[in-house]
Every structure is written in C-alpha cells, then in structure tokens.
C-alpha cells in the first residue's frame, strides 16, 4: 500500500521584510529592500547636486568679478593698462586662470553618483517586474471590483491613512494600458486608457500626448466591437493631429464599416432588427474581461470580497469558541489553547494566539535570505516551475537551525495531535503586489495531502477562501487555521479546494508544514467511510 500524506500546517504572519532577489514584486518583503535602496540613491543625487551647485557658484563669482573688472577697464582701455600691475595681471588672467575656469567648468561632478547608481543597478527590478506588478494592479481592479479612479487616487480599502501615498500620474496609467494592449486585452487597455485621457482632460501636466492615449483607446474599443464609440475617438484625435496617417486609414474603415452596418439594419425586416438589437445587447453584457482557464473564477472572487458566503443560520448556531486541551494534554491542560470553529463541512477550526510576536520575528530573520520564487509542479512533466496563478516566494526552515523552529514544530505536534517527524520541513511564504495562489488542492494524486493551518494580519484582501463550500476564512495575525484534507479513509476530501485571495493592501507572510500519512497510524486511525 502506497501511503499518502494526511496532513499539513499553515502557519500564516504578518510582518515586514527585505532582500535582494530576482522577481521582486513576488515578495513584498523583498521589496522593502528596494526602499533603502532609492533613498541611497536620493542620498547621492543631493551630493551630485550641491557639488554642481558649489562649482556654479565658483563660476559665478568669477563672472561677477570679471565683469566688473572689465567695465572699469573698457572705460579707459590705454589708462587702464598704462598701469604695469594691471597690464601683468591681464597676461596672467588669459593665460593662466581662464584655463583653470576652463578646467572647473568641464569638471565632471556627477562621477560619484553615476558610479554608485551602476553598483546599485545590479539590483533594480527589470520589465519582468514592472510587468508583473502592472498585472498585478488589474488583477486587483478585477477580484475586488475597483474602478481605475480609486486605484489611481491611492484610495483602496484597508489603506491606512497615516502611509504616505502619490497618485498614478497620466503616464502611470498610460504605462498599464500599453502593458494590457501589448497582451491583447483591449478591455484594461480601454479602462487605463480613459483614465489617463481623464485626468489630462483635468488639467493634469504630462509628457505622454493626447493623441497617443486616443491611438490606442480608439483601436482598444474597436477590438471590443464599437465602432461608433472607436470612430467618435478617431475624429477627436484627427482634431488634433489632421495629418495622423493611422487615424485617417481607420477614419475611412470604421466609416465604411458603420456605413455597411446601418446598410444591412436598414434592408432588415422588424423580426432581423429585434434579433440584431438583442444581440448587440448581449454583446454589450458579455463586454469586459475573456473567459479564462478558471471554471470558478467567479465564485474565487466573489468570495475573496466576502459574498457568496455559504453558512445557514442554523449552521451557524452549531459553531462555537472553547479551550482545548486537545484531550488532556500535559501543555495545555492548565493552559488551553483557545479554539474557534470557522466551518463545519469541511471542519475548520482556528486556534488563537499560537506565535508570538516575538517568533513571527525570529521567523523571517530565518527565512528572508532564502527566500524564492514559489513554484508549482507542472502536472505533465513534473518539473518544478514558476505560475502565473501563484505569486510570492518561499523558504524552508529545519527544525535543527533554530530552537524556534523547533518549538514551532512541537507545537503543531501538540495541538493537532499529528506526528510532525515524518513531515515536511517548515515552508516561509511571502506574498507579493496583489499576492495570490489561485483554487488549489493540497492534496497529492499519488502520495500526499495535506492538513493546513493559517494566520495573518492583512489590511484588506487576503483570506483563504473554499471555493467548493462557499467558504472564507480571514487573516488573523498569530492565530492558526486547521482542517483535514483528506478522510480518515485516507481518500482525498475535494471540498477542501481552496485558495488564497489577492492582498489588496498590506504584507501577508505565511509558514506551511505539510504531515504526511506515515506517522499517523494511530493518531488518525484509518476508517473505511469516506465521510468521516
């Protein structure tokens, strides 16, 4: 009999963090190295300046100078140099000091700053990241319904109003239309397009043109099927710049095109029209984002805003608080642990208080050197890779490197009554801009599943949510969530699919143990009913 793993532990903590890796925007964490390493950079920048600003202020003094000198001289030029002091020091300023000018002026002060923003170069984000990043700010536009103001104002929900924070600028959002529309989706493209067109509309100063953004916004929308809508942006854009040579082709084309639309609306008989009219309807409502390769992408989302929720009031008065001794165990018999049920079917249970700050702490100093990109297994190959689906990045921590680790082991041992020595060693997560890891399983085909405890402290976004059951549960900081992911017949429980909800604001970091079946044999006897 191949033994397959029966559980994992989902240790999740919020905290803030810094390194240096690639695929920066995985990691907020990593990110916060970014930080320090701009205000260095500012740092050198005002050297560079008041070293430029000390050699103007030589030249300008010698200017000043000069020019008095020379308005006195100019008066009576022969008087002036009859006077052999006056005459010796004429030679000297030509031959020898507007030569020293000469060296002042050409004087490179920027040396040091250009040689510390090549060293510091090396560890700047590339398109990967601002690509990555851009993608991430629709992919929270989408899941938390915000329009393209409020992002671009700054004003999300949860976003703490004592953090400092500059709005998107015309080219900020120009740059997210260009990223969308290099990806083909006319839909963000058209949505950042007339946000950037919006605020130059109100005055905003830009270097991005007016004729650029109505470019794309024309063709984003004719993509979409307007054609009325793309050719009222092309007029606006040839009012502009009569000369645009691709506007003018489009002019002729969207007008041909209208021109044998109306054609075919007017031979039509009143049953066509109706159907026409109700077809540009439907079109109309199946406007905005393309299906995907998520079946439950709706219901992922609608749960990650907290709708949808699947918990009758009955259900609900079945749920409960308690102090567990997790049947009389010597830890926790004079000191309980504090225990809430979350859900029912599956049974989710969360258990408060479980780290402290203390060892949050202790935790990413461990883990932030290591950590990288979260990958998953690519279910054809079976070769470990990057996802678009999953954004953070991890690191393992072993139980022997720090006594924290270790009492974080027991511990899960104790509550969960599970045998942690057969498991997997103790995984660090940090999430990353919109951090995510879309409806999954924990639970191996072959040899292993998975039992998960949570915890984190997230402003806004980031609950686990069981998109099978309607189920969400919140991040809460040094708490820990628990369920079983396979029945005690050791078949997996697929109402276990879950997944974690995009952070909208805030740092989510989270720690996983997986505990296999080994090990279990008398802690979870195995049944053959596989609703128990």
């Known amino acids: 009999m191949e033994l397959r793993g029966v559980c994992c532990v989902l240790l999740t903590c919020l905290f803030y963090t810094s390194s240096a890796d690639k695929d920066f925007f995985t990691s907020i964490g990593q990110m916060t190295d970014l930080l320090y390493t701009e205000k260095d950079l500012v740092t050198s920048l005002k050297d560079y300046i008041r070293a430029e600003e000390d050699k103007l202020e030589q030249v300008k003094k010698w200017a000043e100078k000069l020019d008095v000198l020379s308005a006195t001289a100019t008066q009576d030029p022969e008087g002036f140099l009859g006077h052999p002091v006056n005459a010796f020091k004429l030679m000297k300023r030509l031959n020898t000091e507007w030569g020293e000018l000469e060296s002042l002026v050409l004087k490179d002060m920027s040396d040091g700053f250009i040689s510390n923003l090549t060293i510091q170069r090396q560890y700047f984000p590339n398109d990967d990241d601002q690509t990555g990043a851009a993608k991430a700010l629709m992919r929270l536009q989408d899941t938390y319904r915000l329009d393209t103001h409020t992002i671009s104002s700054g004003e999300l929900p949860g976003t703490n109003k004592d953090v400092a924070m500059s709005p998107m600028t015309v080219e900020d959002c120009f740059e997210l239309g260009k990223i969308a529309y290099s990806d083909a989706d006319y839909y963000h493209t058209e949505l950042w397009m007339e946000q950037a067109l919006k605020q130059l509309d109100g005055g905003e100063e830009s270097t991005v043109d007016m004729v650029t953004i109505l470019d794309y916004l024309s063709y984003s929308i004719y993509q979409q099927g307007e054609l009325e809508r793309a050719l009222d942006y092309t007029k606006r854009l040839l009012k502009l710049d009569s000369a645009h040579q691709r506007a003018n082709g489009n002019l002729k084309y969207f007008e041909y095109q209208l021109a044998k639309q109306n054609k075919v609306e007017a031979e039509e008989g009143q049953k066509e029209k109706e159907k026409r009219e109700r077809e540009k309807r439907e079109a109309s409502d199946k406007k905005g984002r393309p299906a995907d390769y998520l079946p439950e992408r709706r219901k992922y989302e609608q749960l990650c805003r907290g709708e949808g929720i699947k918990m009758t009031p009955r259900r609900q008065s079945r749920m409960f608080c308690r102090y ?203 049944t053959l009913n596989e609703s128990e």
């Open 324 to 526: 567990s001794d997790n049947n009389h165990h010597p830890l926790y018999v004079l000191g309980p642990v504090k225990q809430e049920d979350e859900w029912d079917r599956p049974r989710i249970i969360r258990y408060h208080d479980i780290l402290s700050n203390s060892e949050i702490e202790k935790v990413k100093e461990l883990a932030k050197p290591r950590l990288r990109r979260a990958t998953i297994s690519n279910p054809i190959t079976g070769v470990l890779e990057t996802a678009h689906y999953r954004i953070s990045k991890s690191a393992w921590l072993t139980s022997y490197e720090d006594p924290v680790v270790d009492k974080i082991n027991q511990r899960i041992e104790d509550i969960t009554g599970l045998n942690v020595k057969t498991a997997e060693e103790l995984q660090v997560a940090n999430y990353g801009v919109g951090g995510q890891y879309e409806p999954h399983f924990d639970f191996g085909r072959v040899n292993k599943a998975s039992l998960s405890i949570l915890m984190s402290d997230v402003p806004s976004g980031g609950a686990t949510v069981f998109t099978d059951v309607g189920a969400a549960v919140w991040p809460k900081k040094g708490s820990a969530v628990f369920w079983y992911n396979l029945f005690a017949s050791g078949e997996g429980d697929y109402s276990t699919r879950h997944a974690a909800c995009p952070v909208l604001v805030g740092n989510k970091w989270v720690s996983n143990k997986w505990m296999h079946e080994r090990g279990q044999e008398f802690r979870r006897r195995c």
